[in-house]
Every structure is written in structure tokens, then in C-alpha cells.
């Protein structure tokens, strides 16, 4: 079982150019995520998506954009990259996201970007 | 939208000691507790968590205890390992979407 995976793991780019994370899932969960990871800051949402087909901004989306076609794919679009998006970035996905729903959320194991 | 705050940020004990962390929310309806453990070049990893209308809750070595009326929850972990040195991030979720401690890194020293 593979769970979720994300590529790629690294990634130096070069500021004002254009990138996609990428990040599958294999359990059919409804719900997606992706969060960024700055030391001593924690993990803040990005975006989000209930189901597929449609998103929503988290806490800092500025700069970011996301696409849910199908159940299994949650790519994170980074128009034209600066340096205060070098992070670490993590996909997640769970089985609800409504408030009745205890369930777990998975993560992946990161995209470490580097924006120069 | 929930606000969650985590102490301390850092926590520095001896194999074999007690460690212990503390989490406090905002909005009273938040209904699911998760505590994730995050090793190190690793995505976080859920470890433990309870529902609001548990007090408490243990597996093994980890405890988790919430108090609601207080909007307070904590992690404890008993008979600490140099294993468990990592980073620890609680999470409250009411509405929708899990919000989110800073995290705390955990040292345990041999």
C-alpha cells in the first residue's frame, strides 16, 4: 500500500518560474491538503479540497493554486515562484472533512523547495 | 476559525523521564483531538488521539488527556526513549479542517 506520495522530494528553483507539486493517493479518501512546514511556525494550510472537483484556500494561499479532477490527484501550482515560498511542503488526505467525521489525516513525505 | 497554541517549543529530558506537552484551543467546537509525531526528513504521523467526549485516553507509554472546559489537551509520554525524540504537533477540528500546534521538538538524551 502505497498511501500518498508526493514528487518530488527536492527542488531548487530559480524565482519567477513556474512549478507544480505533485501529489497522489491511493485510499480513496475524499478529503486533500497541502501545508507548508517553516520552522517554529508550524504547519499552515494552504488549500484544501472536500471532494473532488472542488477546493478552497487555507491560511496562506497566497501565491498558490490547486485542481481537483479526480479523487486520487491533488497538484499544488506555484505561478511564478519567489523565496518566501521556500519551504517544506506536505500533502495530506483524509477520510471527511465534515464536522461529524473523526478521521485521520496521512501525510506524505514532503517537498523540500528551494526557491533562488 | 480554531486557534491553537502549543508549549513548550522545545523539551529536553533524560531516558526514563516523564515528558509532557500542552495544548490549548479556541473554538468550543471542536470535537477531535490528534497528536502526530514527526521524525525527522518524515511527513507527520498520527500517535494517539481522542474525541471530546473522552477525558482520557492511553496506548502503551502515551497518555492523552483532554479537558474541554478548559479548552486544554495534553500529550504524555511516560518511560521516555532516545526513540522518541522527534517533533510533536497536536491538532484541534471542529468545523472542517484540522488546525494545527507550532510543534514541539522532543530530546531525549541516553
Known amino acids: 500500500i502505497a498511501g500518498i506520495t508526493q514528487a518530488p522530494t527536492s527542488q531548487i528553483l530559480a524565482a519567477g518560474r513556474r512549478m507544480t507539486l505533485r501529489c497522489t493517493q491511493d485510499m480513496r479518501h475524499n478529503a486533500m491538503y497541502w501545508y507548508r512546514q517553516d520552522l517554529g511556525l508550524g504547519l499552515r494550510l494552504i488549500h484544501y479540497?472536500?471532494?473532488?472537483?472542488?477546493?478552497g484556500k487555507g491560511e496562506v494561499p497566497d501565491g498558490y493554486s490547486v485542481s481537483r479532477a479526480n479523487t486520487d490527484d491533488f497538484p499544488l501550482t506555484l505561478a511564478s515562484a519567489v523565496p518566501s515560498q521556500t519551504s517544506v511542503y506536505f500533502c495530506?488526505?483524509?477520510?471527511?472533512?465534515?464536522?461529524?467525521?473523526?478521521?485521520?489525516?496521512?501525510f506524505g513525505q514532503g517537498t523540500r523547495l528551494t526557491v533562488v | 476559525g480554531e486557534n491553537v497554541e502549543q508549549h513548550p517549543s522545545t523539551l529536553s529530558v533524560q531516558e526514563g523521564d516523564s515528558a509532557v506537552i500542552k495544548c490549548t484551543y479556541s473554538d468550543s467546537a471542536s470535537n477531535y483531538f490528534p497528536w502526530y509525531k514527526q521524525e525527522l526528513g518524515k511527513g507527520p504521523q498520527l500517535i494517539i488521539d481522542?474525541?471530546?467526549?473522552?477525558g482520557e485516553k492511553k496506548d502503551q507509554r502515551i497518555a492523552v488527556t483532554l479537558n474541554k472546559t478548559a479548552k486544554h489537551f495534553s500529550l504524555h509520554i511516560t518511560e521516555t526513549q532516545p526513540e522518541d525524540s522527534a517533533v510533536y504537533f497536536c491538532?484541534?477540528?471542529?468545523?472542517?479542517?484540522?488546525?494545527f500546534g507550532r510543534g514541539t521538538s522532543l530530546i531525549v538524551h541516553p
Open positions: 481522542i474525541r471530546s467526549n473522552v
Open positions: 491538532a484541534a477540528r471542529g468545523s472542517y479542517i484540522p488546525t
Open positions: 495530506a488526505s483524509s477520510d471527511s472533512i465534515t464536522a461529524g467525521g473523526f478521521s485521520e489525516a496521512f
Open positions: 479540497s472536500n471532494t473532488a472537483g472542488t477546493t
